[in-house]
C-alpha cells in the first residue's frame, strides 16, 4: 500500500501526507531529502520538523532514495519521503549526470519489492508557464514522468488543493 | 455558509462566483480588490464590471479587507471578494510590512462572526516553477497557507478549470 | 462527442487522449499543430510519433486547424487534435495579429457541425506565477478563455495528472 501525494506549493502536502502517516497505526520514519543550503530552506526544514511527533525516526538522505527505503523498510513501518521534488532538483543538479537515471530505475525497481508502506510527497510543477531555460524544462519534464511512473506503481495517488484532497486513484483520504 | 473558489488565471472563477451569488438568492455587494494602476489593469476591471448585474452593489478595497467586511455583512446579503490574490499582493507590496499580518490575522478572526454569506474568488498559483526572486516565493507560500486556512474555515471549496468547478469540499456547485 | 483533455506538462494527457482514440473504435486521424523549429521539439515530436500506431493517419497543420477539421472529420473517424497550446502559440506569434481571432473564432463556430469526434489535448498554464513580459500574460489569457469556450462545447472535459484522469464533465475516461 504505497501512496503518492502530490500538491503545489503551501498546498498542505506534507501536512496530509503526516496525518495519513499517524492514521497508519504503523512506526514512522520520515525520509528527508532536503540539503539545508541557506538561511530560507533551513527555516523551511526546521518549522516541517517542529511539526513532526517526537518519536518519528527521521533519517536525511539528498540522493541514494531506493537504497535508503530498503535498509528502512519493514512491515510494520511506514517511511515518509518529504519530498521527491527536492531529491529530483539534487540529481539534476548532481556533478554526475548519469545519476539521475541510475537513482529513478533504481527507485522504480524497488518500490515494488519493499515490505510495509510509502507515503511521497511531491510537487505539482507543470501546471503553469514554464520559465526560460534549458534545465527548468527538464526538471518539469522529469517530474511529469516520475510523476506518471510513480502514480502507475502507487495504490492511492491524491492531489491537494487549500488542504483538501482530491482523490486521482484508489480510495479517498 | 462561506465559499473558497480557486482556479487559475481566466479560469473562469469569478464567472462562477457571479453565478453562485445570483443563485443564492440574496441581495449581492461586490467587493473589488483590485487597484486600476495600469491601462491593461483598467482594462480587466472594466471587462469584470460590463459583466455584473446593475443593481449589484460594489465596495472598491485594496487593502482593510476584514473591517470591510464586517461593514458589509447582513444576513439577506451575500458579499462576492474578488479576488484574495490581488488584496494579498497588495498587502506585500504595502510600505509598511507589518500590515500583512494584520489584515491577514483579522480576516481569518472576522469571518467566522459575519451574517449572511461570504464567496471568495482566489487565484492557484502554486502549480508552476515558481519564478526566480525571494517576494515572490513569498507571495506563493502566503497565498497557498491563506487557502489552506480559508478553506478551513469555509463551508464549500470549489477548484475552478475550463470553467467548470471540481468540488474539494462540501456541496457541488 | 468531443473531449477536451487539460493537463500540465507531461501530465499523460496525449497518452491518455491515445488511449481514448483507440478505445473509441473509430479510425483515428491525428493533427499534429507543432512546427519541428529546434532539436529539442524534433526530438519531442519523434517521441510522440513512435507511440502511434502506424495505421492512423498524419496531418500536420500548425495554424489552419478549423479547415482542417472540416477537411478529414467523418462520421467513423476520430480526429486527435494535438496540441492547442502550440496552435494557439503559432497563431499568437504570427505576423497577422488578426490571424488568431479569425482562426479561434472559426474553430468556434465549425466544431459543433462537424461529424465524428474530435479529442483536443491542451495545456493548463495558468496554475502558476506568470513570468513577466505581456506577450506570455496575453498567452496565458488566451489558453485560459479558449479552454473555458471550447469546454462548453465539449461533452467531455478531463483533467489530467500523474497520468489519472479527473473528469471535469460528462463521463469518466
Redesign the interface.
Known amino acids: 500500500m504505497h501512496t503518492?501525494i502530490?500538491?503545489?506549493?503551501?498546498?498542505?502536502k506534507s501536512a496530509l501526507a503526516e496525518r495519513l502517516a499517524t492514521a497508519s497505526g504503523r512506526e514512522v520514519t520520515y525520509i528527508a531529502t532536503s540539503q539545508p543550503g541557506d538561511a530560507?530552506m533551513a527555516a523551511r526544514i526546521a518549522h516541517h520538523r517542529a511539526r513532526r511527533p517526537a518519536e518519528w525516526g527521521c533519517v536525511e538522505e539528498p540522493l541514494a532514495l531506493a537504497s535508503t527505503l530498503r535498509l528502512h523498510a519493514r512491515d510494520d513501518r511506514v517511511l515518509l519521503v518529504d519530498c521527491l521534488t527536492l531529491w529530483l532538483s539534487n540529481l539534476l543538479g548532481d556533478v554526475d549526470p548519469t545519476r539521475f537515471i541510475a537513482e529513478r530505475d533504481a527507485l522504480l525497481a524497488t518500490l515494488p519489492t519493499l515490505p510495509g508502506e510509502v507515503l511521497f510527497v511531491s510537487n505539482?510543477?507543470?501546471?503553469?508557464?514554464?520559465?526560460?531555460g534549458?534545465l527548468?524544462?527538464r526538471?518539469?519534464?522529469?517530474?511529469?514522468?516520475l510523476?506518471?511512473s510513480?502514480?502507475?506503481q502507487c495504490d492511492r495517488?491524491l492531489?491537494v488543493?487549500?488542504?483538501?484532497p482530491?482523490t486521482?486513484?484508489g480510495a479517498p483520504a
Open positions: 503518492l502530490l500538491g503545489g506549493a503551501r498546498s498542505g530560507e505539482e510543477v507543470g501546471l503553469g508557464i514554464v520559465p526560460m534549458e527548468t524544462r526538471f518539469v519534464d522529469e517530474a511529469g514522468r510523476h506518471q510513480l502514480a502507475a495517488v492531489f488543493a487549500a488542504g483538501l482530491l486521482l486513484k
